[in-house]
Every structure is written in C-alpha cells, then in structure tokens.
C-alpha cells in the first residue's frame, strides 16, 4: 500500500464512517422474564454462581429487558431433575451438568465428561471444534432441549477417605459416596457405592455411616466441611478430569425467542464456560492451602488403582456403545480426538508444567 | 418447600410469567460501523481468525447494527503499531497482542504473558479473579485504550533450530528470530537476536541468514513451511506459555457506545477468548502429526538450558520493576498469584495428565 493511501484510509477522514448513520432504528427486543431451574444449592458460589453468570449477562447484555432468574435446587425443581422439567417446559430454561441424565441418554456422559476422558482445554476444544456440541445438540433434541457449555470445574480431586488407601484391596467393601460413571467404575473395582446429595455427606461421613467421599475440589469440599469428617484428601480425581455444567433452554422455548436474544445467551453461557473455570482455577489454590494447614493429608491415588479403573472405564464404555448405537457413534468420535490431543498435550504443555513446578 | 408449592410454581402456571409483557420497547440502539486494525496476516486463520470472531459474534448479537471489520496487519495500521493508531483515535479498535508495547509500558508485558509466566488457564484466571486485568485497564488507560483479553495461543513451541541445542554452548552467537522479552532473555544467554515479521522468517531461515526462528506452534508453523527450512523442532516454547491476544479499544469511542453494545463487546471478546484456545488445542495435534510424517524432528529443549533462562527472565523482571514503579506493583502481584496458581497446577492437574499421556 502506498503511504498516502495508508493516509487517507487511517486518518481523519475514517472518523466519519464510524459515526452513527440511518436514524435510530425502533426495536421489537421484547421484556421477557425466564427462570432458570439449576442442581445446586445457593450456598456453593461457584456452581450457583455460574447460572448466576449467564442471567447477569443476559441481562446486561439486553438493559434489563431479558430477564433470567436462577433457582437454587429444590425450590422449583428437584436438582437432578433439571432435564426433565425443562422438557416439559415447566421452566424456560435450567443449569445443570449433563452427566445427571445418562439414564435418559448414557451419551449425555460425554457433555459433563467420563472418567479418564478430557480435560477442560480438551472438553472445549471437543465441543466447539471436534463436532461434540452438535452431537449433545442432536441427544439434547430428543428431550426438547438445547444445550450450551456454561461451566467448567477443572480436574476434580479424588474425595475424602478415613482410611489410606495403598492398593486395590483397600477399595474393596469400602463405603464411598460417588454418583454417575465414576461410581460404576468404583463398584467394578469392589467398591459399595452411596449416592448422597451434597447436603448430606458432611454428616453421613462424620458418623461413619460412609467410609469416603468425594465432591468437587478444594474450594466446594472445604465449604461442605469434609475436611472435618476424614482427613486423607486423594488426587486426581480421575472420574471427573474436567466436568462441563451445561444450560439447557426447552427448544420450543428457543425457537420462540428473537435471533439476537439467542445469540446473547449462547455468549452468556461461553462467557459463564470461561470465568467458572478460572474461578475454581483462581479459588481451588489458597483453598488447598488452607485445608492443609487444618490437617487435610494429600495423597495420590496409587498407579495400579489408577491403571485398575482406566480399564474398567474403557470395558464399562466399550458395553454401553455395543448396546446404544447414539453412544457408540459419538464415542467412536471423541476417542480419535481424545487419543490425538492427549498425544499433543501429553509432551509440549506437560514438559512446561513439569519444568515449572520444580521453581520454588 | 411443600409438594403442593412446589408444583404451583413448577407447574402450567409458571408459563405465563414466562410470556412477552408489556408492549414492545422502542430501542435505541445506534448503527454503528467500526475498523478494527489487527496484528495478523490474513493467512494465519487462527489470529486473524479470532478478530473475525469478535466481529461476527458483535454482529450476531446486535442483528447486524454493530458492524465490525478487521483489517489485517498493513492494511489500515502496521501489525505492531495498533495500540499507537487505537490511542490517536485513526481507528475504534484493534486486535493484538500487548506485550507488542511493552516499549510504551514494560507492565503490557503481563497482559500476554512472559517468559516462565502463566499458562492459558492461569492468564484467564488472573485476568479475571486475581485483579490482572483491572490493572491492565489501568495501564491501558494511560494511552487512551480500553483492554479485553480476546485469544490464547496455548503453550507454544519452542521454534526451529538448523543444529541441535545439546547444552547452553549450543546458544552462544546462535542467530534465532524471536521478539519481545524472550528474545532478550534468549541475548542474555548470548544468542544473537533477531526480529523479523511473520512473512520474513521462512526465507531468512531457508537461505542460512538465521540459524532458528520460533512462531506460535504446530499449526501456524506448518503454514509458513518452517519445517522445509530446519529440521529440529523444540519445545517448550518458555517465553510464550500462553498467550493472550487482545481487543484494544479507544477510550472516547468506548464511552460513546450505549451500555448494551459495551457489554456485547466484552462477551465477544471473551467468547474469542476461549475459543481461539479451543481452536488452537484442536489444530495443533493434527498438525504435529503432520510435521513429524514430514521429518521434523521432536527435541526438548534441555533442563540447563531451561534452568539458565528461568534465572536470567527473574533477574530481566527483577531489574524492570527497580525502575519502574507500575511494573513492580503489578509484578508483585502477579508473582505471589503465580507462585499460589503453580502449586495447585503442579500436583492435581499434574498427576492427572502425567497418567492419562501413558495410555495408549
């Protein structure tokens, strides 16, 4: 480009082409007022925060004219039951993760994330890139629904124990609290699995009527209080490597909505997908701190446990994909792109984190 | 609650709530038409790309009124001169990176990252919870700009070297293109810098006027065909351990727009954010496949090499922040922040990838 052409295009004469033309255009962005029914309890500030992430945006985003309102669990809907009452359209819309419905459909498994599957880079990188969001999209149809990633936790840590465990026979008849996947692969290595809502496993494993337990990571376990209920704190917690929560909008109610509306909330929820992650990332640092100082005892799963799980999570996906044909198409698809990631994370980010944390 | 409440509120009634009310709003919500200068080539669809997202996700959300054009490097701006024609008012806005300004204020350093710095999760993280990104409003502030993270790039890769680098001898008068403060941690151990733009390198490293040059990763190197023009591909890239791409905006022109619009730009950007990431984690495995099908070799870079050039980046920041008073308020920060940040990372999300790259 020639310097007086560069000139003319950069300088003052393009102040004019930005300034507002046409005369102001009256709007049809009609006031709308939705709730929003989600799985958790108000008191956990990063996964009720999330929900309340994506309303302020919604509303920022419109002047107040779209107006979300979260709920916690319980109050208009049973917490595991966001699905249900979104597809009946008793709510607009829920916040939720995915995984909570796999008796519905097991391949929802893959938009919350299974045992040994990705981690939250990947988990995105599959949704928007590798074809995942249009396959939950094409599952969530089937309930009415349409569902966007809003949340993401991180690697979650592997739970509370009163006792150490130092091989697979110590997971045996061991009383563990643990939903979804990850509890049938526990049951697979022998362990007697418990489902308790969050509410409840402070007090079932201060009286023992539970040997472990496991909830998010440092920051949610610490605002539970398991900290003063078992005091050996394992790692990583291999069955939820980096949990997508989900927002799910009954799709009659989707399609009723204007274009733009539509796309705020996709972005509310990207923008929700983004900051619940670096919340945790930011919040899960000092918390561990500070469970270590009141006495928490971190230790790390031992290798054959690990080794003893990832293959009974490969045999327990290999049995429902030789079963559900929706299952195995999307499983197919995310293996090959699980297999190929791990390999690119595996040496270029992994040799900086290993380098790294030997500073200091 | 009780049943007979909750199905009340959950119930056909609650639809109503749900509908339009009141009568439809006569908006003011202006037609706009903004330039936004980048620091991209066309070419390069992952940077150039990520602009174009932020345009697009305006356009989407605003049904087209906030119109948005990217231009790539040269056409309305040169590539490392967008702050510069963001602050004089030529055009509304820009996407770049900043430590591109780092001549202007070395603090600019932190909003894309430094060498031994942050990686992507903990960028966003002190971008958005740890107060990194108000102190980078600050700073921007000062040359009549407004800033929103707007890409990451991931860890990058170590760039490509005609010789093999076996120890810190290796470097001594080695001639490697790499800007900003990697290059002037890479003179402090004695390699003979260069700077060259994107276009250049290929030919200055085909032709022997350079010994190595570093990009981005596998994805962007593969397109400007370094692997034709040196054969040992090292890694990991520790001057760029994920880096933050910018949306720079005039201040005057922000404090013109009507709230809404404010509030649609940041969500785009933090959509571009993240999925620019998403887009790099899915592009460059494939792309590393690729290059080692077509013989690029796989070198660590070695741990005395990256031992002696973590000491000399401490001491570069040591010594910037004796002199500069905004940089070491911001550096203090950041330091105990990434310090807290490296000790979560490096053993839960460690341990987690440390055994999931041993299957298959």
Same mark, same amino acid.
């Given at each position: ?125 599959? %949704?928007?890139? &590798?074809?995942?969001?249009? #396959?939950?999209? /094409?599952? +969530?149809? *089937? ?5 966007? =990633? ?45 489902? %308790?809502?969050? &509410?409840?496993?402070?007090? #079932?494993?201060? /009286?023992? +009527?539970? *040997? ?5 990571? =440092? ?58 992650? +670096? ?82």
């Amino acid at each position: 480009m020639k310097r007086r052409d560069f000139l003319k295009k950069a300088g003052v004469g393009a102040i004019a082409a930005s300034t507002v033309f046409g005369p102001v255009y009256a709007q049809t962005m009609p006031r709308l007022r939705w709730r929003m029914a989600t799985s958790w309890p108000r008191s956990l500030d990063t996964l009720f925060g999330s929900a309340e992430i994506v309303a302020k945006r919604v509303a920022e985003m419109t002047d107040g004219r779209f107006e979300i309102t979260p709920y916690p669990a319980g109050e208009i809907a049973p917490g595991l039951q966001v699905l249900d009452v979104v597809q009946a359209g008793n709510v607009e819309m829920g916040h939720t993760a995915n995984y909570y419905y796999i008796g519905k459909s097991p391949s929802l498994a893959f938009d919350a994330g299974v045992p040994f599957g990705l981690n939250p880079r990947q988990q995105n990188a599959w %949704l928007y890139f &590798g074809g995942g969001l249009q #396959a939950m999209q /094409r599952v +969530a149809a *089937d309930f009415n629904a349409i569902t966007f =990633p809003a949340g993401n936790t991180g690697v979650q840590m592997g739970g509370w124990f009163r006792k150490e465990i130092r091989g697979l026979e110590d997971l045996k008849g061991l009383r563990f609290r643990i939903p979804g996947l990850g509890g049938q692969v526990m049951a697979r290595l022998g362990v007697t699995v418990q489902t %308790l809502a969050g &509410g409840e496993i402070f007090l #079932a494993l201060d /009286r023992g +009527a539970i *040997d472990g337990a496991e909830w998010v990571g =440092p920051y949610d376990d610490e605002r539970l209080g398991l900290h003063r209920a078992a005091r050996f704190y394992y790692y990583p917690g291999w069955w939820e490597p980096g949990s997508t929560l989900s927002v799910l909008v009954n799709l009659d109610r989707w399609r009723s909505l204007p274009k733009e509306y539509q796309e705020i909330v996709k972005a509310a929820c990207a923008e929700a997908n983004e900051r619940t992650l +670096a919340e945790y990332d930011t919040k899960n640092a000092p918390a561990l701190a500070r469970l270590q100082r009141a006495g928490a005892q971190l230790r790390p799963f031992p290798t054959s446990v690990l080794q003893a799980a990832n293959r009974e999570a490969t045999a327990l996906y290999e049995e429902i994909a030789a079963r559900d044909a929706t299952y195995r198409g999307i499983y197919e698809n995310w293996k090959k792109f699980r297999d190929e990631s791990r390999r690119w994370f595996g040496f270029n980010e992994f040799r900086y984190e290993d380098f790294v944390r030997t500073l200091r």
